[in-house]
């Protein structure tokens, strides 16, 4: 082969075999986007959809017809909301709601069920299968919407359409229960979640495998450092001197999260009101503030971590 025909041989190459040194790295960082950032934040957006259309339910229950003696009297019903006392659970699935003079039961199978507890401004909601509770605390109050019907001389609420019904128990005020519902309707933080944790052990997988290819002394010291900066890059927020931006992430979001219930209150009371566009517009800034708080801590300690691994490898 001539010097020409040897440098063509090597172009037709692939980069892997080219320059097998950056393979570690290149897989290192792919690894790392796609179980540390892609996969969570798909997760997020799950959770968030779900916390929405929690929230859009209970702002759509809140303008239903009330179940009274009235209402519970007539052969057709429709959609309505009952507001009254727990009862008593009937089998398995059926659960006894007592409202102002009248009773709803309430079919449960394969339903969500939404815990509301703790005081006005500093309420949680917790969402849990009904097939997951082992006991209700007896006289605690329920909030439920749904498609209703007569059966066999009994008001029933059952799934319709796929649609199960509303139930929300909480441990406060009727009058109460839709806004403290609104307000804390909304996951802590979307991109801790279940499928979170899942990638973040596959990722620690898949890293355990590709570290091992850039150990000191087979590779250079750069692509060392790249590769354990990239396996390890979760837990970069949290080290000096970039943890402060961290604390900064973490403030703006609990702001942003702040300013998306209120606008949410504000879009139940006036729809159409300015004041849910001025703090809609609040609560993107401050998620854009936490982005960018987190993304710089991640930077500031991602570039200190490499340049001290590239002199002590």
């Not at 909601?125 to 209700?136: G, H, K, Q, T």
């Not at 609420?157 to 796929?162: F, L, Y």
């Not at 609040?282 to 987190?294: E, K, P, V």
Request: charged residues 25%; proline residues 5%.
């Amino acid at each position: 082969y001539t010097t020409t025909d040897t440098l063509s041989l090597h172009d037709a190459l692939p980069i892997s075999e080219r320059y097998p040194m950056f393979v570690p790295v290149t897989l290192a960082i792919l690894a790392a986007i796609l179980f540390y950032a892609l996969v969570p934040i798909a997760g997020a957006f799950v959770v968030r959809q779900q916390w929405r259309l929690f929230r859009k339910s209970v702002a759509e229950a809140s303008t239903l017809p009330e179940l009274d003696s009235r209402s519970a009297a007539r052969s057709t019903l429709g959609r309505v909301r009952a507001l009254g006392e727990v009862d008593a659970i009937s089998g398995l699935d059926e659960l006894w709601i007592r409202c102002e003079g009248a009773a709803c039961a309430v079919d449960l199978k394969d339903a969500w069920v939404y815990l509301l507890v703790g005081r006005s401004g500093d309420d949680t909601v917790e969402r849990r299968r009904w097939s997951d509770l082992r006991a209700i605390t007896p006289g605690s109050r329920a909030f439920v919407a749904g498609e209703a019907e007569m059966r066999d001389g009994r008001v029933v609420m059952a799934q319709r359409d796929k649609s199960p019904p509303l139930v929300i128990l909480h441990d406060g005020d009727d009058d109460r229960v839709v806004r403290r519902a609104i307000w804390a309707g909304r996951h802590e933080n979307e991109y801790w979640n279940p499928v979170t944790q899942v990638s973040l052990a596959f990722g620690a997988a898949a890293m355990s495998a590709i570290v091992p290819l850039a150990l000191p002394g087979r590779m250079p010291s750069l692509i060392s450092a790249l590769t354990l900066t990239a396996a390890f890059s979760p837990l970069l927020p949290l080290l000096p001197p970039g943890v402060v931006g961290f604390f900064a992430y973490r403030r703006f979001w609990r702001r942003a999260r702040y300013c998306r219930a209120r606008r949410d209150l504000e879009r139940l009371d006036d729809p159409t009101g300015a004041e849910t566009e001025v703090w809609r517009r609040r609560a993107g800034t401050a998620t854009l503030a936490s982005a960018l708080a987190f993304a710089g801590s991640l930077a500031v300690n991602g570039w200190l971590i490499v340049a001290a691994l590239r002199r002590l490898l």
